[in-house]
Antibody
Framework: QVQLVESGGGVVQPGRSLRLSCAASGFTFSGYGIHWVRQAPGKGLEWVTIIWYDGSQKYYTDSVKGRFTISRDNSKNMVYLQMNSLRAEDTAMYYC??????????WGQGTLVSVSS | DVQMTQSPSSLSASIGDRVTITCRASQGIRNDLGWYQQKPGKAPKRLIYGASSLQSGVPSRFSGSGSGTEFTLTISSLQPEDFATYYCLQHNSYPTLTFGGGTKVEIK
């Protein structure tokens, strides 16, 4: 079955960096775009970024542009989110999500990022 | 940017009630909308895609309707396992996406 497993979350000081990973299995990974969606504690869902199936295109929400970078390794069925210059407002659960024809259809369980001094 | 306004932000209902949640888009988005259910501590789960198509395995008491700027998620007869938070998501502005603010469905 389709599985997306996030890792790499933790507690980090403002201004520091963190890299999240998403391990995919159970489907032809190289055929699907992957998104990251985040949810601050007690808040709603916020779309963060997408990488196309082949890594050729990447898009970001305005608040993370220039600080976050999404990448993927189709040989390893992995997606990464490099987060630099972290801010308190980046504190959230980060979900890796598969896209199917522009719809978000399969979600990972999430990894928690806490930015605090 | 497309903004999604979801209402109400919360509601209280009883088992067996009919529940309706609405999402309004700031501009026409055709039927490029999905509905998601999220239970506490869990990842969201897709219920509806293409505004009205039921995700496989989702009970038929869930239905979606609408096109353009106004969309509705209806639960025809609320069950105990339906108490959760519901979100709409538009992908008309793909590749950027926008969620509604969420509706928390609580037990009356």
């Amino acid at each position: 079955q389709v599985q997306l497993v996030e890792s790499g979350g933790g507690v980090v000081q403002p201004g520091r960096s963190l890299r999240l990973s998403c391990a995919a299995s159970g489907f032809t990974f190289s055929g699907y775009g992957i998104h990251w969606v985040r949810q601050a504690p007690g808040k709603g869902l916020e779309w963060v970024t997408i990488i196309w199936y082949d890594g050729s295109q990447k898009y970001y929400t305005d608040s993370v542009k220039g600080r976050f970078t999404i990448s993927r390794d189709n040989s390893k069925n992995m997606v990464y989110l490099q987060m630099n210059s972290l801010r308190a407002e980046d504190t959230a659960m980060y979900y890796c999500v598969r896209e199917d024809l522009r719809h978000l259809d399969q979600w990972g369980q999430g990894t928690l990022v806490s930015v605090s001094s | 940017d497309v903004q999604m306004t979801q209402s109400p932000s919360s509601l209280s209902a009883s088992i067996g009630d009919r529940v309706t949640i609405t999402c309004r888009a700031s501009q026409g988005i055709r039927n490029d909308l999905g509905w998601y259910q999220q239970k506490p501590g869990k990842a969201p789960k897709r219920l509806i895609y293409g505004a009205s198509s039921l995700q496989s395995g989702v009970p038929s008491r869930f239905s979606g309707s609408g096109s353009g700027t106004e969309f509705t998620l209806t639960i025809s007869s609320l069950q105990p396992e339906d108490f959760a938070t519901y979100y709409c998501l538009q992908h008309n502005s793909y590749p950027t996406l926008t969620f509604g603010g969420g509706t928390k469905v609580e037990i009356k």
